[in-house]
């Protein structure tokens, strides 16, 4: 069997589209030492996967737990034959048995902290958890609304003389004609739900991602001297540099609740979901000011601010962006999270309620998995780490060791 034949196997595994054959198959090539080099190379050059630790016990639970998996085999005559293979061979089988689990995935969850393996808890209904999508509605100064993923891709709407485009990229787009004056301002607020985003281009061309459950208000068109909006949530800013025409800059400020974010020609990311506000700086710069204090804090970029609003604190770190505005581009990606801080993410992505057993906050991952990722398998997936279980009941998920 070649590389790619093995790499079309493993990858038919995971989808659970395997025949009876090609499973006798698969598994009687990984039990040979040439499917075992095999196997190590396409690890090392073809699959982009975060490697386990050299840890044979924890090596030795996963390989079990391949190999008792139904559409494999039984595991009887394996497991002793594994027993008396020397310890190099335990690397091979549990990258292979890492492999079976995460091949052709964006990435994989892995564990910071070891467990002994128990029995393992996953019952999913036949009812089908969804990954969001494009979803949002745009609510009027009035209170009237449209639902966006219900309007086609190049639709022009007319709301008080302001132009609304759907792109053919489903991005919304303002326009106003240069002789249109607002006698006062007019605020459009773009909401998206839980299961929801959406990006929107604003009027003087900045544009904004915006993450599930989320919520930003902004004018129409903007003053001649400043361009402010207000964000519950979470966003990703691009912003455009704009000048008056004696050349004076026009400043874009973000307020969120108590923080008030001025730009100085950047793009960031602002993530308000609880009681923290956490800013970071991708691009450019950005100066923050709280009601409680008149210092004024920069950021340069890979600079990550967080704001308790309950203790009026702030403190900045240095950061890798990636983590933080990878859900932009369709990912989650954690650096040593709790299960509490990649379960919120997964719910609202996923609309679903998340509830726990015992105390979890041992519990911690690193990694990236797509955000377009079958329900069922990203459970599978988190599971394989060994250290929590899922129970699911309709779309309450309860989660324990």
Avoid: C
């Amino acid at each position: 069997m070649d590389r790619q034949a093995l790499h079309n196997l493993l990858t038919k595994y995971r989808a659970g589209k395997l025949t009876d054959e090609e499973i006798r198959v698969l598994k009687d090539f990984l039990n040979t030492p040439t499917g075992q080099d095999l196997v190590s190379e396409l690890w090392d050059k073809d699959l982009e996967i975060v490697p386990f630790h050299d840890d044979t016990t924890r090596q030795d639970s996963i390989f079990r737990r391949i190999m008792a998996d139904g559409r494999v085999a039984d595991t009887s005559d394996v497991q002793q034959e594994v027993i008396h293979h020397p310890r190099r061979l335990w690397t091979k089988v549990a990258i292979a048995a890492s492999i079976l689990l995460a091949a052709t995935a964006s990435g994989v969850l892995f564990l910071m902290k070891h467990k002994s393996p128990e029995n393992e808890v996953l019952r999913v209904h036949k009812q089908e958890i969804q990954p969001g999508s494009d979803k949002a509605r745009i609510v009027f100064d009035d209170g009237s609304f449209i639902e966006l993923d219900e309007v086609e891709d190049g639709t022009v709407l007319e709301n008080k003389g302001v132009r609304i485009v759907k792109r053919d990229d489903g991005t919304i787009a303002y326009e106003l004609g240069d002789n249109q004056k607002m006698q006062k301002p007019i605020y459009n607020t773009i909401v998206t739900p839980r299961g929801g985003e959406y990006s929107i281009m604003l009027p003087d061309g900045s544009r904004v991602w915006m993450n599930a459950a989320s919520k930003l208000k902004y004018p129409v068109a903007f003053a001649t001297d400043t361009r402010e909006v207000e964000l519950e949530g979470e966003a990703y800013f691009e912003v455009v540099n704009k000048n008056t025409k004696t050349g004076k800059r026009i400043p874009f400020i973000v307020h969120t609740h108590e923080q008030q974010l001025e730009v100085l020609g950047t793009s960031f990311n602002i993530n308000s979901y609880n009681q923290n506000i956490t800013t970071t700086l991708v691009e450019g710069a950005v100066a923050l000011t709280y009601p409680h204090t008149r210092k004024v804090q920069y950021l340069k970029p890979s600079q990550q601010s967080n704001y308790s609003q309950k203790d009026k604190k702030l403190s900045v770190v240095k950061v890798d962006p990636y983590y933080t505005i990878a859900w932009k581009d369709g990912s989650f990606a954690f650096q040593n999270a709790s299960i509490y801080e990649v379960m919120d993410d997964i719910a609202r992505w996923y609309n679903i309620e998340v509830v726990y057993e015992g105390d979890l906050s041992d519990v911690r991952y690193s990694g990236t998995i797509s955000r377009f990722e079958n329900f069922r398998q990203l459970l599978q997936i988190i599971e394989w780490t060994d250290l929590v279980t899922f129970k699911v009941d309709g779309r309450r998920i309860t989660v324990m060791k």
